[in-house]
């Protein structure tokens, strides 16, 4: 007889200061447990520019895979995450800001008197 399922759920709210060490951590954390057989499952968004999100009408209708700088860093991500593994992930994922349209897709933190 199969065994009962067990699900635990949690949240994790994005930090701005502190994300790419907070987002590497948590997934360093819970990487032992795939070896243990424990599906994870997430959700979220790499599209973090909510100004140019919704001045292009994204979201209402009009689809975020128009506007190159996406589709650019959507192509990075898809490859640092399934085609590298260990810490080569980890140092792609680390260096984001560096990756083709990161900056016009993912939030910015101003720098005070910039």
């Not at 067990?6 to 994790?12: A, D, E, I, P, S």
């Not at 599906?39 to 128009?66: E, K, P, T, Y």
């Not at 349209?101 to 101003?110: F, L, P, Y």
């Amino acid at each position: 007889m199969p065994q009962p399922l067990q699900c635990y759920g949690t949240t994790h709210p994005a930090d701005r200061h502190h994300a790419d060490r907070l987002h590497l951590s948590v997934g360093a954390a819970l990487a032992p447990l795939r070896d243990e057989g424990v599906l994870i499952v997430s959700s979220g968004m790499s599209f973090h520019n909510m100004g140019v999100f919704q001045s292009n009408g994204f979201g209402m209708g009009a689809s975020s895979r128009n506007y190159k700088p996406s589709e650019d860093f959507d192509s990075w991500l898809q490859q640092a995450v399934t085609g590298s593994v260990g810490a080569r992930r980890s140092e792609l994922l680390a260096a984001w800001s560096k990756a083709p349209g990161a900056r016009e897709v993912r939030w910015q933190q101003a720098a005070v008197g910039a």
